[in-house]
């Protein structure tokens, strides 16, 4: 490891430390109030003062253990029900949240479109001014009573460096006042179930799925409809968010060719620092847990495992390829005949019909997405910015797809 990535993890060593530790406190402080003032034992949430934060890897998911925060108060969980406050990451004890505040003259629904913030996980880590908790159980027992969503509910998957972002960006471009379709890029609810995929029931994973998405949509407007871009990792979960809620559609995109989408993914990591990451994760992903350190190995768990990486191009494929063999074996709860994302970018007018009919919006729109595209030419370029393979990793990833697809676990 180079000498910028060790200062970096001792950093997030001290960091870590500094937070369990005002974490304890904080715990101890909270369990003398509830012992001295009987008067908020019915209090459902507890909330924090956010001190500090810190990621050792800003491409990593969002934790709890981002931020050193204290006690300060009990609540009702109908606080934590005002607009602002998100779900930032779910573990197997606590549902955790935080609350932001709309930039400048905008509302929530700009505040956090895609159009404004490319990955909401990104968004609340930077801008969160409380954290708040809540016990699973209590929170799955409460959201049980929250309404049904108010309009049309979409998932957007896509696999990893496929440009599914610039996708979200066009689409949202159809509506600027976001009254009739809102965007939202990477919400962490969606990556936290992901997580949970290995560690939860069938059951539990259902009833939780659709707990979450009912609190997460419970501000959306009349007649509008909710566009939920998602990591790639959130494709395996599809056919439990089915089961619960098969009125949710999916829809997958990516490109013609996975060995662009791998070398894009190569080049969005190449950094000094991320390169280091994934060569940290090569050497000892395979044999310790080190989840507290990145959770890209616990993204594609089952792909990691059995492509078992060795090289950054391995890395690459498994990451991809992830999401590409689980699409496939879940198939019949996605929306058939998506466009590629080459044709979306260069026929806009022709292919982006079937995503304006599935979110319910008006061809008429269409003039303002080729306006966004002539607009945004050079992000648009940064799409099919790749390098080519050479020979004997294309013959690499190749021998790994034709084994994954023999996997009996794909099939």
Same mark, same amino acid.
């Given at each position: 490891?180079?000498?910028?990535? /060790?200062?970096? *993890?001792?950093?997030?060593?001290?960091?870590?430390?500094?937070?369990?530790?005002?974490?304890?406190?904080?715990?101890?402080?909270?369990?003398?109030?509830?012992?001295?003032?009987?008067?908020?034992?019915?209090?459902?949430?507890?909330?924090?003062?956010?001190?500090?934060?810190?990621?050792?890897?800003?491409?990593?998911?969002?934790?709890?253990?981002?931020? /050193?925060?204290?006690?300060?108060?009990?609540?009702?969980?109908?606080?934590?029900?005002?607009?602002?406050?998100?779900?930032?990451?779910?573990?197997?004890?606590?549902?955790? *949240?935080?609350?932001?505040?709309?930039?400048?003259?905008?509302?929530?629904?700009?505040?956090?479109?895609?159009?404004?913030?490319?990955?909401?996980?990104?968004?609340?880590?930077?801008?969160?001014?409380?954290?708040?908790?809540?016990?699973?159980?209590?929170?799955?027992?409460?959201?049980?009573?929250?309404?049904?969503?108010?309009?049309?509910?979409?998932?957007?998957?896509?696999?990893?460096?496929?440009?599914?972002?610039?996708?979200?960006?066009?689409?949202?471009?159809?509506?600027?006042?976001?009254?009739?379709?809102?965007?939202?890029?990477?919400?962490?609810?969606?990556?936290? /179930?992901?997580?949970?995929?290995?560690?939860?029931?069938?059951?539990?994973?259902?009833?939780?799925?659709?707990?979450?998405?009912?609190?997460?949509?419970?501000?959306?407007?009349?007649?509008?409809?909710?566009?939920?871009?998602?990591?790639?990792?959130?494709?395996?979960?599809?056919?439990?968010?089915?089961?619960?809620?098969?009125?949710?559609?999916?829809?997958?995109?990516?490109?013609?060719?996975?060995?662009?989408?791998?070398?894009?993914?190569?080049?969005?990591?190449?950094?000094?620092?991320?390169?280091?990451?994934?060569? *940290?994760?090569?050497?000892?992903?395979?044999?310790?847990?080190?989840?507290?350190?990145?959770?890209?190995?616990?993204?594609?768990?089952?792909?990691?495992?059995?492509?078992?990486?060795?090289?950054?191009?391995?890395?690459?494929?498994?990451?991809?390829?992830?999401?590409?063999?689980?699409?496939?074996?879940?198939?019949?709860?996605?929306?058939?005949?998506?466009?590629?994302?080459?044709?979306?970018?260069?026929?806009?007018?022709?292919?982006?019909?079937?995503?304006?009919?599935?979110?319910?919006?008006?061809?008429?729109?269409?003039?303002?997405?080729?306006?966004?595209?002539?607009?945004?030419?050079?992000?648009?370029?940064?799409?099919?910015?790749?390098?080519?393979?050479?020979?004997?990793?294309?013959?690499?990833?190749?021998?790994?797809?034709?084994?994954?697809?023999?996997?009996?676990?794909?099939?």
């Amino acid at each position: 490891m180079n000498e910028k990535l /060790l200062l970096r *993890f001792f950093t997030y060593l001290i960091f870590r430390f500094l937070h369990l530790l005002l974490l304890l406190e904080s715990d101890i402080y909270a369990l003398l109030l509830r012992l001295f003032d009987k008067k908020n034992e019915n209090d459902e949430v507890e909330i924090f003062n956010i001190f500090a934060r810190y990621r050792f890897d800003s491409t990593d998911v969002t934790k709890e253990s981002d931020f /050193l925060c204290f006690h300060e108060k009990t609540t009702l969980f109908e606080e934590i029900c005002e607009e602002g406050w998100h779900i930032y990451s779910i573990t197997d004890r606590y549902v955790y *949240f935080v609350k932001i505040q709309p930039i400048s003259e905008d509302n929530f629904d700009k505040t956090i479109s895609i159009e404004k913030c490319s990955k909401l996980s990104n968004f609340l880590y930077q801008n969160a001014e409380k954290l708040a908790r809540c016990q699973l159980e209590t929170f799955q027992r409460i959201t049980k009573t929250l309404s049904p969503s108010r309009g049309k509910i979409v998932i957007f998957h896509s696999a990893t460096g496929s440009g599914a972002t610039t996708v979200g960006k066009l689409l949202q471009s159809c509506d600027g006042s976001k009254m009739s379709l809102l965007v939202v890029g990477e919400p962490p609810f969606l990556t936290s /179930l992901s997580l949970l995929y290995n560690k939860f029931s069938i059951e539990d994973l259902r009833n939780l799925s659709k707990s979450v998405i009912r609190y997460s949509t419970m501000h959306q407007k009349s007649q509008q409809t909710l566009v939920f871009k998602s990591r790639s990792s959130s494709t395996k979960i599809v056919p439990f968010i089915h089961s619960s809620l098969p009125s949710v559609q999916h829809f997958f995109i990516t490109r013609k060719n996975s060995n662009d989408t791998i070398s894009r993914l190569l080049l969005k990591t190449s950094t000094e620092f991320n390169s280091s990451v994934f060569q *940290f994760l090569l050497k000892f992903g395979q044999f310790l847990d080190i989840s507290w350190i990145s959770s890209w190995k616990d993204l594609e768990a089952e792909t990691f495992l059995r492509v078992g990486p060795k090289t950054d191009v391995e890395f690459s494929m498994s990451q991809v390829f992830g999401s590409i063999l689980n699409y496939r074996r879940n198939r019949q709860y996605f929306v058939p005949d998506m466009p590629y994302v080459e044709d979306l970018i260069s026929d806009t007018a022709i292919h982006i019909r079937p995503l304006l009919d599935l979110c319910e919006i008006s061809d008429l729109a269409i003039p303002e997405c080729i306006e966004w595209k002539r607009n945004q030419e050079e992000q648009i370029q940064q799409v099919w910015d790749t390098v080519d393979l050479n020979p004997d990793d294309v013959a690499r990833v190749g021998q790994l797809v034709d084994m994954l697809e023999q996997d009996v676990f794909f099939s």
